[in-house]
């Protein structure tokens, strides 16, 4: 998948939990990416946010150490 559209796919799941109490924001959108994405999704995830997370949400961003990194993407 691009860049551009991971990026764009994670910030709209941040765009919707936006909605949400402020206290379930973050946890929402780790949860969803941890149940609905696969490893390689994460691990490029990972891949693009481990050199910058310029472009993304500051919820995404947050959510970061709460998502599942695949053991494929460790360093």
């Known amino acids: 998948m ?3 559209k991971l990026r764009y796919q994670a910030n709209q ?3 919707f939990f936006a909605s949400q109490p402020e206290s379930e924001q973050v946890e929402g ?3 969803h990416i941890n ?3 696969d490893p390689r ?3 490029q995830l990972f891949e ?3 050199e910058s ?3 993304f949400k500051p919820m995404v961003v947050a959510a970061l150490e709460k998502i599942r990194r695949p053991e ?3 360093r």
């Open 48 to 50: 693009i946010t481990d």
């Open 13 to 15: 799941i941040a765009t």
């Open 53 to 55: 997370t310029e472009g």
């Open 41 to 43: 999704m994460r691990a």
């Open 35 to 37: 149940k609905f994405w």
């Open 72 to 74: 494929m993407a460790t």
């Open 2 to 4: 691009s860049p551009d």
């Open 29 to 31: 959108v780790a949860d």
